[in-house]
């Protein structure tokens, strides 16, 4: 049997998730660093240096990955390239540290930069990066119990530059999570999770992958252990929603990501500078103990394109996918079945620019849509729809700031023994604060209609409010 996640309705109508439990790894993520640091920052002259490419002279379709990524995530899996095209220059950073050019409220990141050491490294190729989101928060009415829980999410990751080391499109990044704390969704019962970092507490090693891009970047190839959210199904305007079904849709059932990435290879191709194709064979992770490996195979590919239509908005990106997962599946009438499959597609724009002239300016309005399609005999949700909007800096003077609203609705499956009686939706609206450019606050509510699918359960409103701090 795989040991991919499964689903078990619960008899509170909400869904348990069964996931291997992983080992405390952290340590060896500390060994990586300490082995690229002598390269990184002692690096002598004959050492071959990265130069910056120049800038693109106007390169709309890779704006939309980095307006949203600059926004942050509380789980920042390191994303893969929609576009391919020139990279724009890094502008030298003032130094983040006491007694230097900025003050501490101004650093993009709490621990600054470690008094010149993060930025001989980073010169060197290795970044080291951090982040931690702290939820509280829970049930204001319905749901099952009316209480506040607080639980978090650290996560901590290097990235290597291999060019720096002599392979030049080549990228290595490890990664470490620890999340503490009791899962929200026991206190409302819902079947989408209303926070997207709720989970079984956990500390291991995440995400630990090669990439190498070659063929001026037309070819990607990225192997090892992956968070498969990572390169396929993602939406990034989502990006802000806590809803954890603005991450993928929740149709696909045995998706090998948070908290259990696989070990996979995954190959991409770019026929055009805005068009790609990708696919994915994902098997167990590092600490699943099944021995299956690559036997029981998760398949997963996706074609999209990014369209630059209008000066005033930013791209238009559109992406559709397939996935076949060979595993072992129980069905909920009882027997069992070698595969699960289904659909997923998504569209996404910054549909207004407050300054399109301005290709740095993230401040605007974007939407986004999602579908998706599961096998209802084994998949909880059968049809999945989410719309959403994000709006950043739409107070003035706080630029910073993003509003968004996210709607989504989980049509359960009706499938003998499946339980289901109703459908779930959850309409979400949030408010991101920027303290310091490294520290935010979001407050957040959700009404909840039949959490787990279930007609008699109390529909819930429910408040969260997150602290996410870059470190």
């Known amino acids: ?32 660093a300490l082995a690229v640091s ?31 990524e600059a926004q942050g995530k509380p789980l920042q899996p390191k994303k893969g390239d929609r576009t391919i095209g020139e990279e ?14 900025l003050p501490w409220h101004q650093w993009s990141r709490v621990t600054g930069n470690w008094g010149g050491l993060r930025d001989a490294l980073e010169s060197g190729g290795a970044t080291i990066a951090g982040t931690y989101t702290l939820d509280w928060g829970g049930p204001i009415s319905g749901g099952i119990s009316k209480r506040g829980t607080a639980r978090g999410l650290l996560d901590v990751n290097l990235t290597v530059d291999a060019e720096k080391l002599g392979l030049p499109g080549g990228t290595f990044f490890a990664q470490y999570l620890f999340r503490h704390g009791r899962n929200g969704s026991d206190d409302v019962g819902d079947l989408q999770a209303f926070s997207n970092i709720d989970e079984a507490r956990l500390s291991r090693e995440y995400e630990l992958w090669y990439e190498q891009k070659v063929l001026n970047d037309k070819l990607r190839v990225k192997v090892g252990q992956v968070d498969a959210n990572s390169e396929f199904a993602f939406v990034e305007a989502a990006g802000e929603a ?8 929740p149709t696909i059932s045995t998706f090998p990501t948070y908290p259990d990435p696989s070990l996979s290879v995954n190959v991409f191709v770019y026929p055009t500078e805005n068009t790609y194709l990708g696919t994915g064979i994902y098997g167990d992770g590092i600490s699943d103990t099944s021995d299956n490996g690559f036997r029981e195979p998760f398949y997963i590919a996706e074609i999209g394109t990014t369209l630059d239509l209008c000066e005033k908005a930013g791209p238009l990106r559109l992406a559709a996918g397939l996935y076949y997962d060979t595993g072992n599946h129980d069905r909920f009438d009882g027997g069992t079945q070698n595969k ?10 910054q549909v207004w620019r407050e300054n399109p002239d301005d290709k740095e300016d993230t401040q605007g309005l974007s939407a986004f849509v999602q579908y998706g399609f599961g096998d209802d005999k084994v998949s909880a949700v059968h049809h999945h729809v989410g719309l959403g909007l994000s709006a950043v800096g739409l107070i003035p003077s706080r630029d910073a700031d993003v509003t968004g609203l996210y709607w989504t609705l989980a049509k359960t499956s009706r499938a003998t023994g499946s339980g289901f009686d109703a459908d ?39 408040f969260t409010l997150r602290l996410d701090v870059t470190l």
């Open 1 to 32: 049997m795989k040991t991919a996640k499964r689903i078990e309705h619960g008899s509170n109508g909400s869904l348990h998730f069964q996931r291997a439990a992983g080992d405390l790894t952290g340590p060896a993520l500390v060994l990586l």
């Open 38 to 68: 002598p390269t990184a920052a002692f690096a002598d002259e004959g050492t071959p240096q990265f130069e910056a490419k120049p800038a693109a002279t106007v390169d709309a379709t890779n704006s939309l990955l980095q307006l949203f």
């Open 88 to 101: 724009e220059a890094e502008e030298a950073k003032p130094a983040e540290w006491f007694k230097g050019e």
């Open 242 to 249: 806590i809803n954890a079904s603005g991450g993928f849709s």
């Open 340 to 349: 699960g499959n289904g659909f997923y597609a998504l569209a996404e724009q």
């Open 424 to 462: 779930e939706s959850a309409f979400e609206f949030y408010y991101k604060f920027e303290v310091t450019p490294a520290i935010s606050l979001k407050p957040d509510f959700q009404y909840i209609t039949n959490p787990g699918g279930v007609k008699t359960a109390d529909d819930a409103l429910v």
